[in-house]
Every structure is written in structure tokens, then in C-alpha cells.
């Protein structure tokens, strides 16, 4: 042999977890080059052909069980690239077809039966996915990539204890395993959330049964106000955490001095929502010390039926006080199932005749469009969104509606001309400023959405996901 050859060693699990022979051939003239460049497949190969075609007869004699193994190297070369190039076209049956065939060439490949026990976990062949990933445990035990997409598997299977037990192996091999955790969220172990709803920084995962207890250590740990917990409260109201909602409005009305609507209705709702039965009592107690709580009597209607003659009475009682309520609106004159457009229908004459007693009120005008909207009745609908909106010009949520039905109905020159009538947007609601956004991007002017999408992203004022969502269309207008 002309070539002078050096022999790499691989440890025998280092090897089949990289589909290599323990044993490498390497041209003496490239063995020192090995530590900077390490060991391609291709170029493995491409040594291992060389050597067996150089070799003499009696080394394959002497050295019979390692000349199987290159022999079964070379063998499986050709289907590794079909495997490749399926995988580069989607063609997932094509790349299940190819690494079946060279884990039948070469058993003790680990490299190509984990492409394989993914390659069927992402095509739905569950059982078979974790047969194959269950074939090589013994070399892959500890790769976090390897513990990951076998739970994953046992997921889909439902076999949950195994599937937590998979996404801790993960996490002992890398506890910052990001997919392991979220792996653990899928399970409801871990919970997502953000300890400041609008830092992305602060996001964490805790254990779902020790929620209550972290957020009672995070609140304690710094003095809070009113407007702090009020935020908590709407973001667990957002994720439907009801006992962490049912907390933190208990905060913020100590914090208010035991006065404060927002709050006390929040935390009556959460009860009722979880199940428990303070609710009732909750919200009588509330009344009796602020009678006029149009959020507590809406909440208190709904926990005692809305239909029923208590309930009717409890909103009346709140329009007395506020008619532009939606909520007691809704309750009062729409019909349980507001898309059953023939008992909208009629209920409409009652809540017409209502708004036609309050002409003053934006609430009733608003209440009247968005019926209106749900028959199809568009035109009339955004005259009386418009007449709301003459009423109550400050109102960003109620614009951003209107907006919002412009927008459904592809009428984008005239929500830019309602924007361009309020001058900067800035400091108006991100809702308002997500329409115009949408709005040039309906008229092709991807300049300008993307420009208003990315000044949303950057406002560190919003929620977390609300910036991310902006992030994502503005990317979907590059």
C-alpha cells in the first residue's frame, strides 16, 4: 500500500450514536488536520473506500469482523443520500423507506435509527416511532435531543408518565432545554407565563401546581400598587388562571381600600368560573356596601342565570345605571346563542326600542350596530357605529370596532380617511393602530403596514404577545 494509514478509535457509543465504525482509517498526511476539521461522514467514506481497495487479501482475512462493518459502511452510503435528498423534497415516506434500509444494512447504526424514529414520530407512525427510538436508549440515554422527541412521541401515544419522564431526562442533560419544558407544558406540568406581562425577558416556567405560591412570592417581594395588580389581573384573566385572577383582585382591593369595581367583578367571575360558591355571597356582599356597581350587578346576574327573573332584574338594575353597558346589554336583549341569526332577529326589536330611549348613549347605538352587523345589515351597521362613535369620540375601543368592520368589509380607503382625521395615532389604543396597520397592507402598501406594524412590536407599553404578533405580520410584509 502505497498510502501510510493511521487508525482513529472511537468509543463504541460515540461511534453508533455517529452510524461510524469503531475504527477509522485515516491517510497519515491528514491525521493531524483531524482535531481542527473532525470527522465527516463524506469524508469517512471516502477513506474507508480507499483503504479496502488498497488493502491486500490477508488484512481482510485477519481483520474480518472490522472489514464487515466497512463493508457495511460503504453499503448504506447510497441510501443515506436518498434519505437526504426525500428529506430536502418532504418526501417523508421516501425517507422512512431509505433509513429502514440502512438500519437493515447496518444495525448498529444509532444515527440513522434516530433520523428514522423521527423521521416516523413526524409522519404520525407513533408505535413504530418509539419501537425505534426505543432500539438505541442504551447509546442515546442523555442526549437531550433524543429525550425530547421521544416524549414528544409518548404524547401523541398518551402514555403521560413516560412522556414526563422523557422531558426530565432532557432537562437533566440540559436544564435550559427549552423544547423539554415546553414539552412539560403540553403535559400541563410546567406553565408558561410572564412575570411581567409586557417584558419578554421575564418569561419562566413553574410548576403548575405551585403557581399560586410563586406569585405570591413575586407580589411580596416588592411594594405593588393599584394599576400593578389590575394589570395581573387581566393577564391571568387572559391565560383563564382563575384562583392567580381571584388573587391578585383580592390585592388590588386591598390595595383600593376595598373599593374597586374592576376588581371586585374580576374576582366574582374567577369564582364563579373555578366552580366555587363564594361567588354568589361575594358579590351580595359587595352590593350591599356599593349598590351601584354595574360590573358586580352583571356578574351577579350571570352567576345567578341571566334568564332568570333575578337575573333580568340584577341588569336592569345595572342599564338604570349605565345604559351603554355591553355586557349587560348582551345579557338583557340578545339571545343566549348570538349567531342564531333567527333569534337575533328577534330579539332585536326589544334592544332597538331600548336605544331609541337612550339616543344619547354610544353604548345602545353600539349594541344596535354590532346586531345589525351579525344579520348582514352593513351599511346600516357602520351608520350606527358612526352615530356611536359621534357620541363618544374618545372611545378607542369602540372605534377600533368600527374599524375592525371596515376592515371585514375590504373598506380600507375609508378607515385611513377616520385615521388621518385623529392625527398621530401613537397614544391611541394598539388595537386602533393595528387596523391602519391592516389597512395599508389591504391596499398594498406594505411600506407603510410594516412601518405601523414594527412601531407596535417596539412599544414597550404592550403585552408581550400582542409586540410579537406585530413582530410576525410585519416579517409577513417583508
Partial sequence: MSTEWAFVKLEDKVARRNGMPNQIPVPKAEFEQLA???????KVRKWIGEFMQLAPGSWRQQNNEIASRYDAFLAKGMHWDKAQKAFQKGDSEGAIKALKMITRVDRQDAAAQLNLAMALGAAGQYPEALQAFDAISDVCQGDPEYHVARGNVNTALGNR?????????????????????????????????????KDAASLTYVRADLLPAYFTELWDAAERDLDYY???????????????????????LEAAGGSQDRAAAARIAALHLSGDERAEAEARAYLEAHP???????????????????????????????????QALTLRFWPETPDDLQQLHAALPALEAFAAEHPEVAGTQRSVARAWQKLQRDDAALERYQQAIALAPDDDDLRSEYWAELGRLQRWEALLEDAQSLGDLSQRSWQLRWCEAEAYAGLGKQTEARAAFTAINHDERLLVDIRRRAKRAAERGQ
Fill in 36 to 42: 481542527e476539521r473532525g470527522l465527516d461522514g463524506a
Fill in 161 to 197: 408518565d413516560d412522556a414526563t419522564a422523557d422531558f426530565a431526562d432532557a432537562l437533566d442533560a440540559k436544564p435550559d432545554c427549552k423544547p423539554a419544558m415546553d414539552g412539560l407544558v403540553t403535559l400541563g406540568v410546567l406553565t408558561r407565563v410572564y412575570e411581567d406581562p
Fill in 230 to 252: 389590575l394589570e395581573q389581573v387581566a393577564y391571568h384573566e387572559l391565560e383563564r388562571r382563575w384562583p392567580l385572577v381571584v388573587a391578585a383582585a383580592e390585592r388590588a
Fill in 292 to 326: 351601584g356597581s354595574v360590573p358586580v350587578l352583571v356578574e351577579l346576574s350571570r352567576v345567578l342565570g341571566p334568564r332568570t327573573d333575578a337575573g333580568r332584574e340584577l341588569l336592569d338594575r345595572a342599564l338604570g345605571a349605565d345604559p351603554g353597558d355591553q
